[in-house]
């Protein structure tokens, strides 16, 4: 079965500091994607990164980085310089290779940024 | 513009009433979802159907129903038989076999239970 964790429900910053939002999978599949999603107050999730089990590489996006370790099933994202705009719920999400499968989310982390 | 429409954004519902959720997509997507969130739960699959007149339970399908009679089409009907049905539903679409899985959501639609 697949599951995604995140183990931290909310975090606190002061704008312009750094803030990383951890995640930590399970899956039984070799390949399988990984997702970040962004749910502002609006409500409507917003898709930021997709990334695919075979690729490694740490990715940067402006402000926002991702960090994916295949060896400790993490999948974490970084926010610098972290700025108000950035409050809101943020969602990592696990689906399978195969097309149309449902991802799987975990419980979110809210993110509340301080001016 | 291409997108997906949830309606209404708020609905009221007396106990014991059966309410329909819309959701509409142009975006051409095969593949339908629908997710309930719930304050620290995250979001929990209800339902999805990856082809018109075919749909899958999901996680917590009790006192739901779907059709998917149009590809463009996914309703949700919250029936008196879901024992807590108070939370924010919201419904998603993706693209087709070999697609690369992301979700594109609509607004969502908030039910509040009288």
């Known amino acids: 079965a697949q599951k995604v964790t995140q183990a931290q429900t909310e975090i606190s910053v002061v704008e312009k500091e750094d803030v990383t939002l951890d995640c930590v999978y399970e899956?039984?599949?070799?390949?399988?994607?990984l997702f970040w999603y962004k749910q502002p107050p609006s409500g409507e999730l917003v898709f930021l990164i997709r990334?695919?089990?075979?690729?490694?590489q740490n990715e940067i996006s402006g402000r926002y980085s991702w960090n994916f370790q295949k060896s400790t099933s993490s999948f974490n994202f970084t926010i610098t310089a972290s700025q108000v705009v950035d409050s809101a719920v943020y969602f990592c999400a696990l689906s399978r290779t195969s097309g149309n499968t449902p991802l799987v989310f975990g419980k979110g982390t809210r993110l509340s940024v301080i001016a | 513009d291409g997108g997906i429409t949830q309606s209404p954004k708020y609905l009221f519902r007396k106990e014991g009433q059966n309410v329909t959720l819309s959701c509409e997509q142009n975006l051409n997507h095969d593949a339908m979802y629908w997710y309930r969130q719930d304050p620290g739960q995250g979001l929990r699959l209800i339902y999805y159907s990856q082809i018109v007149n075919d749909f899958q339970k999901g996680d917590i399908a009790e006192g739901y129903s779907v059709s998917r009679e149009k590809k463009e089409s996914f309703p949700l009907t919250v029936t008196s038989a879901q024992k807590n049905p108070t939370a924010f539903y919201l419904c998603?679409?993706?693209?087709?076999?070999?697609?690369?899985?992301?979700?594109?959501f609509g607004e969502g639609s908030r039910l509040t239970v009288l």
């Open positions: 998603a679409s993706s693209t087709g076999a070999g697609g690369t899985g992301e979700l594109f």
């Open positions: 990334r695919n089990s075979f690729d490694e």
């Open positions: 899956t039984r599949d070799t390949t399988y994607y």
